[in-house]
């Protein structure tokens, strides 16, 4: 069947509470509407959480304060004491405010309980740029969260990841981070009936190819297709690879394709990310190289609002092809 993104969440936010009563739903607005018993729980601001509150109550579809330190600390409890909390952080900026919770402690009580406790806990929250929605609201921090030991990260694509990767991130021992691009709730693909589980740490080639490998992440595993659409009119043979997880990485894919392209084109909306790769890929695939390596991520600067500025910003189609021609040549 066709979905969306936002209804291929939403619909495994129904199976998993319905097949477990220890799943739980909490975060800001996530009620919205009227709520109990009125039909009208809106689910938010991206619709998601529609309709749970009605079905499953205010005991589990939990509406909080905006107080992102205090919730995110109580889905890290409820998580220690048995619950599976799913907490959504609205944007994924404001995770700065409880950055204690997330990377000091969700992320190692495992280790410092010696593995006695663990925290079943995913934060889902949104990335990305494109709507004109500021600074602060905007960012892509999936690189930053990614390199705290402990946490997992997982960036789906597509309908059937995001719904998939929920459903794993559910069944971790370790806390999840699960980032949802704002500007793909929208976007229709297949999914299966059942929302199979995606398996971590094993990533996708959206399209194969023999001359360049593209990995990219999030909107920019369509930003790079819609390139390779063009350069495949020329000739080109652009091979790209989505990690669905970057942390685990699948590393063994992406080395796999740039053994046999020679060349590696990162495209990414974050800071890190697209290094860490092209560190990895040096490090551990050096001799398959014949070029190296290029890296197409926005301006290190803060994202403009004025949507002009927001889209010189943002990793552009042009940008990509520049860096594919100067690998590839014309």
């Not at 619950?83 to 190692?108: H, R, S, T, Y």
């Not at 390199?147 to 997982?154: H, I, Q």
């Not at 070029?291 to 940008?319: C, F, M, N, R």
Request: proline letters at 5%; hydrophobic letters at 45%; glycine letters at 12%.
């Amino acid at each position: 069947m066709m979905l969306s993104i936002s209804e291929a969440l939403n619909k495994a936010h129904h199976q998993l509470m319905e097949a477990d009563e220890r799943v739980i739903v909490m975060g800001e607005d996530i009620v919205g509407g009227a709520g109990l018993g009125k039909g009208e729980g809106l689910g938010g601001v991206f619709g998601v959480t529609s309709g749970l509150v009605d079905k499953f109550g205010a005991n589990r579809v939990i509406d909080t304060p905006i107080s992102e330190t205090a919730f995110v600390g109580m889905g890290i409890g409820s998580a220690m004491t048995g619950l599976k909390p799913i907490v959504e952080v609205m944007f994924c900026d404001f995770m700065g405010v409880c950055f204690d919770q997330i990377f000091n402690q969700a992320a190692k009580v495992r280790l410092l309980s010696g593995g006695r406790i663990s925290v079943p806990m995913v934060i889902r929250t949104t990335l990305g740029a494109g709507d004109s929605s500021g600074a602060m609201h905007s960012q892509a921090l999936h690189g930053l969260l990614a390199t705290a030991p402990g946490l997992k990260v997982a960036c789906p694509s597509n309908p059937a990841d995001a719904a998939g990767l929920l459903k794993t991130a559910l069944e971790d021992d370790d806390p999840v981070i699960l980032m949802e691009h704002k500007g793909l709730y929208s976007l229709e693909g297949e999914v299966a009936d059942d929302l199979p589980p995606v398996p971590f740490g094993e990533g996708q080639v959206i399209r194969e190819g023999c001359d360049i490998t593209i990995v990219a992440v999030s909107r920019m595993v369509h930003v790079a297709n819609q390139v390779a659409d063009v350069l495949a009119q020329g000739g080109g043979e652009v091979e790209i690879i989505d990690p669905r997880t970057i942390m685990p990485l699948d590393m063994n894919l992406i080395l796999k394709s740039v053994q046999k392209t020679g060349k590696l084109v990162v495209v990414d909306e974050s800071f890190g990310f697209a290094e860490m790769v092209i560190s990895r890929v040096s490090e551990e695939g050096f001799g398959y190289l014949k070029a190296a390596p290029k890296k197409v991520i926005p301006l290190h600067t803060p994202i403009p609002y004025a949507p002009g500025l927001e889209q010189e910003w943002l990793p552009s189609e042009a940008q990509i092809v520049t860096a594919v021609k100067e690998l590839v040549g014309e």
